[in-house]
């Protein structure tokens, strides 16, 4: 079973940048779909962004776009969210997510492995 452990949140300014990253055990990382996903306190979980094996495609929920972005590395079995421009309604727990789909998905039902997320806190 795989196991995934996020990082890289923390309390940041409105317009300050946050990296968060996952790592993930186990040795067929490279053959999933990853995701990262977010819960508001008082908010359904919302998906943010995916990226396929390969890294070649993503996805980014419109909120995000243009201010978010999603890559991997899979030498080291980690997929990394780059944040910037960060706003107050950015706050939330930040979860990193295994696909069970080999296709490339934004549905959270299609993640079957999570991290046990990482609080990200942006101050006005």
């Known amino acids: 079973q795989v196991q995934l452990v996020e990082s890289g949140g923390g309390l940041v300014q409105a317009g300050g940048s946050l990296r968060l990253s996952c790592a993930a055990s186990?040795?067929?990382?490279?053959?999933?779909?990853m995701g990262w996903f977010r819960q508001a306190p008082g908010k359904e979980r919302e998906f943010v962004s995916a990226?396929?094996?390969?890294?070649?495609?993503?996805y980014y929920a419109d909120s995000v776009k243009g201010r978010f972005t999603i890559s991997r590395d899979n030498a080291k079995n980690t997929v990394y969210l780059q944040m910037n421009s960060l706003k107050p309604e950015d706050t939330a727990v930040y979860y990193c997510?295994?696909?069970?789909?080999?296709?490339?998905?934004?549905?959270?039902?299609?993640?079957?492995?999570w991290g046990q997320g990482t609080q990200v806190t942006v101050s006005s």
């Open positions: 990226i396929d094996w390969s890294g070649g495609l993503t």
């Open positions: 186990g040795r067929t990382f490279s053959s999933y779909v």
């Open positions: 997510a295994r696909s069970t789909s080999p296709i490339l998905t934004m549905r959270s039902g299609d993640f079957g492995s």
